[in-house]
């Protein structure tokens, strides 16, 4: 399966789904102006991956400066795709990253990590 990457923008994030490493990340700001669209072949490349039937435990990585409400429903979506994974049996981790001072983001992941069952860390960054 090929992995999926996507250069960031002001308004995307970097996206780079390697299907080899078991490795999922999101990084940088979200607030495309079409979400849906954006997102939309993150989706379907997690389809793909979890038909792979993959052995290695899958970490899914988010590292997000700040997301706006569109993006917040379709990181969800993603999250959910990931919880069904999970379910299905494949070893599964959401990895929540946010800076030392963006309570906002700490709580995201919070608000997040009460919505699935598989195993959420939220970890802060912490400034140099």
């Given amino acids: 399966m090929d992995s999926l990457k996507i250069t960031g923008t002001s308004h995307t994030p970097d996206v780079d789904f ?10 940088g700001r979200s607030t495309p102006e079409n979400s849906i669209e954006f997102y939309r072949p993150l989706l379907e490349w997690l389809d793909q991956y979890g038909e792979t039937k993959p052995t290695k435990k899958t970490n899914l990585n988010i590292r997000l400066e700040y997301f706006n ?8 979506d993603i999250f959910k795709k990931v919880n069904g994974l999970y379910k299905n049996g494949l070893e599964v981790v959401i990895n929540w990253y946010y800076e030392e ?13 009460d919505l699935l069952d598989v195993p959420f860390e939220i970890m802060m960054i912490e400034e140099d």
């Avoid at 390697?18 to 990084?27: F, H, R, T």
């Avoid at 409400?69 to 969800?76: A, D, E, G, M, R």
């Avoid at 001072?101 to 990590?113: K, L, T, V």
């Fill in 18 to 27: 390697n299907a080899d490493d078991c490795v999922l990340s999101l990084k």
């Fill in 69 to 76: 409400t569109s993006s917040s429903k379709c990181i969800l």
């Fill in 101 to 113: 001072e963006d309570e906002d983001m700490e709580e995201a992941g919070e608000d997040y990590s």
